[in-house]
């Protein structure tokens, strides 16, 4: 699907939700994952289109930090009509060299969850429908003790290598969440509390398992986070895409584009057997 088609798609899910009398109250986290705009992917933002939207959070002081949303929402408040949590999956090097300087100009706290594995292998991702050939490399660890030294970026964990966790035997959903705690403590002194479902699956096991090691998960969904029924294991994210341009990302921003997400999650399900075994198989050289 080119990009057209997908912002044609949002228009009539958009429609169906602006005719509420109001947009859904709670906080939206916010999911990037690459930000360079030289990728044929996506979920690769354009850094000025990025900049332009952090700009805004910032004008309009939006963002909040992941943790001081988790106090507001563990104690049944709200965190206000426009509150924003910024969140980054994987761990890419553009992070490192585009993200991080635009935080650092607006003064914004954000959550970066990584994959450990590419981290301690410096093994580009595999990443199935990026069609240019070229490669995204993972950020170093150095890059990350520099990332929770700046009082900016708080580090998550999302797993070692980014295995579906639904479909795995309890030995691997452990060992998935305990080595990058282990990596953390060893490569940089740190401790990780906070962890994102790889394509946001799981189940009740997989949830009681991460209950054990993290204080908090999030999710997808494409809605924001409310007290009303707050659980710290599924906290709902939404996807900021390359198609959102401008205006989307504003509609999303305000809590409206949730059914884009739902259908989503219908297309990842055909294709997430595909992209489990390339990251694996790219981990363990085979």
Known sequence: MNLLA????KVPLLMSEVIKPKPPAGCAFLIYHSVAGNLNFELDLPVALFRRQLEFLARHNCVISYDEALRVLRAKRQAG?????????????NFYTHVLPILREFNLPATLFVTTGFVETGIPYP?????????VKPVTWDMLGEMASSGLVTIGAHTHTHVYLDNEP???????????QELFRQRLGLEVHHFAYPKALWNAAVEKLVAKYY????IGGGYKATP???NPYRI???PIRCSDGWFFFLAKKRGWLAGEEALYVKVRQK???KLQKASVKTLMGK
């Open 6 to 9: 997908r912002k044609l798609l």
């Open 81 to 93: 009509a426009d509150a924003v949590v910024l969140t980054f999956d994987d761990g890419f090097v």
């Open 127 to 135: 990443l199935l429908h990026h069609a240019s050939g070229a490669e």
């Open 170 to 180: 309890e030995d691997k959903v452990i060992e998935e969440l305990a080595i990058p």
């Open 215 to 218: 204080a908090s998960a999030v």
């Open 228 to 230: 009303d029924g707050f």
């Open 236 to 238: 709902p994210r939404v």
């Open 271 to 273: 294709a997430n057997g």
